[in-house]
């Protein structure tokens, strides 16, 4: 049976995610922003929390783990370069390890840059990725622990999943991340329909996510820094991609 995921809004503009596996009746949660909103929509779906899959130690994606773990007794899975700052770990994985949500399999990318030991996961049978704050849709994150060489391969990583992988991000961020990518490709008709269809969702109070990569390999300025027309943008013909994405990830920073 296909996974079904539920999304929420936590915190100021973090989401909560439910990953529920129904031939066994397991549920996960992609990171803890903070436990009372997961304890509602654990409730309003009806399921019971069996694990916690952490992306990266920062409070807003861990700080609900410890009233969470009290509460259901759930394993706690973390990245392993992080698990010393993440409470209650029981299980930490690295590049390629799996992990298993019930019936579902997936698979640890590392992808630091944002965080030193970041790390997403894909489900490939269901098509799915969690990639935390590495991917925004429209943005990345920003690079806090590591450098633009770092951050770009973790993005290429992603890139490089299937073209229908569904993308869940650790923040609602589209509409700035819009504004900003106009700024580098305002003639993009991609970014141009996406930056309509962001203002009509949020209007509505909608999430903007999932993405798909497909989507944002069309729109997202970070994911197209090996572009000649983007490295033209920013006035870097003859530069790397590493030095674009680098130049593009530092203009958003002042933006
Ligand atoms: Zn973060």
Do not use: R, W
């Given at each position: 049976m296909p996974?079904?995921?539920?999304?929420?809004?936590?915190?100021?503009?973090?989401?909560?995610?439910?990953?529920?596996?129904?031939?066994?009746?397991?549920?996960?949660?992609?990171?803890?922003?903070?436990?009372?909103?997961?304890?509602?929509?654990?409730?309003?779906?009806?399921w019971r929390l069996t694990d916690i899959l952490v992306t990266h130690h920062h409070a807003d994606h861990t700080g609900g783990i410890a009233d969470l773990k009290q509460k259901y007794q759930c394993r706690v899975i973390a990245p392993r370069k992080e698990a010393s700052k993440i409470p209650n770990t029981d299980v930490t994985l690295r590049e390629g390890d799996v992990v298993q949500v019930g019936s579902l399999v997936g698979r640890v990318l590392e992808t630091p840059g944002h965080t030193a030991g970041h790390i997403s996961y894909w489900f490939k049978q269901d098509k799915l990725a969690f990639v935390g704050d590495t991917l925004f849709s429209v943005g990345c994150g920003r690079i806090i622990e590591g450098n633009p060489e770092m951050m770009w391969q973790s993005l290429l990583k992603i890139r490089n999943l299937?073209?229908?992988?569904?993308?869940?991000?650790?923040?609602?961020?589209?509409?700035?991340?819009?504004?900003?990518?106009?700024?580098?490709e305002p003639k993009n008709p991609a970014l141009r329909a996406r930056a309509e269809e962001v203002v009509r969702l949020r209007e509505l109070d909608r999430p903007t996510i999932p993405t798909t990569i497909q989507q944002e390999k069309s729109y997202n300025p970070f994911l197209r820094a090996d572009l000649s027309s983007v490295a033209a943008n920013v006035g870097l013909e003859d530069a790397t991609p590493v030095q674009v994405f680098a130049t593009v990830r530092a203009r958003k920073d002042k933006f």
């Open positions: 996974a079904e995921i539920h999304l929420f809004p936590c915190l100021k503009d973090n989401y909560g995610v439910l990953l529920h596996d129904p031939s066994t009746g397991t549920t996960a949660a992609i990171d803890a922003p903070e436990a009372a909103p997961i304890e509602a929509a654990l409730a309003d779906m009806g299937p073209a229908d992988t569904q993308i869940y991000c650790g923040h609602e961020y589209t509409a700035a991340n819009v504004h900003f990518a106009l700024s580098i």
